[in-house]
Nanobody, 122 residues
Framework: QVQLVESGGGLVQAGGSLRLSCAAS????????MGWFRQAPGKAREFVAV????????YYANSVRGRFTISRDNAKNTVCLQMNSLKPEDTAVYYC???????????????WGQGTQVTVSS
């Protein structure tokens, strides 16, 4: 069982930055790929970024590539999402998730956090 708790969301102006963190419980954190997803009102949950268990492979959605950076610290059981050059269309609830495979499909993830709201004003 893995429990995930996100933090770091908030309100920021367009062009600004936020750093989201996700703290994980359990002693097998490094065996999980960690992903970030987001869901805007009235829209489906969408993939944002994923990092594999060792941290050596990272993948991003086209919409965030070059602006967002995912990283993990296996010694601290944390995964972070650094978000720069934020746009109003980045407004959503952001979720971290843990899964056994490095995937972009939400249904393949086993554990989810409760989400943190990110609002980008224009």
């Amino acid at each position: 069982q893995v429990q995930l708790v996100e933090s770091g969301g908030g309100l920021v102006q367009a062009g600004g930055s936020l750093r989201l963190s996700c703290a994980a419980s359990g002693r097998t954190f490094s065996s999980y790929a960690m992903g970030w997803f987001r869901q805007a009102p009235g829209k489906a949950r969408e993939f944002v970024a994923v990092v594999n268990g060792s941290g050596g492979a990272r993948y991003y959605a086209n919409s965030v590539r070059g602006r967002f950076t995912i990283s993990r610290d296996n010694a601290k059981n944390t995964v972070c999402l650094q978000m720069n050059s934020l746009k109003p269309e980045d407004t959503a609830v952001y979720y971290c998730a843990a899964g056994r495979r490095t995937q972009v499909v939400a249904a393949t993830y086993d554990y989810w956090g409760q989400g943190t709201q990110v609002t980008v004003s224009s």
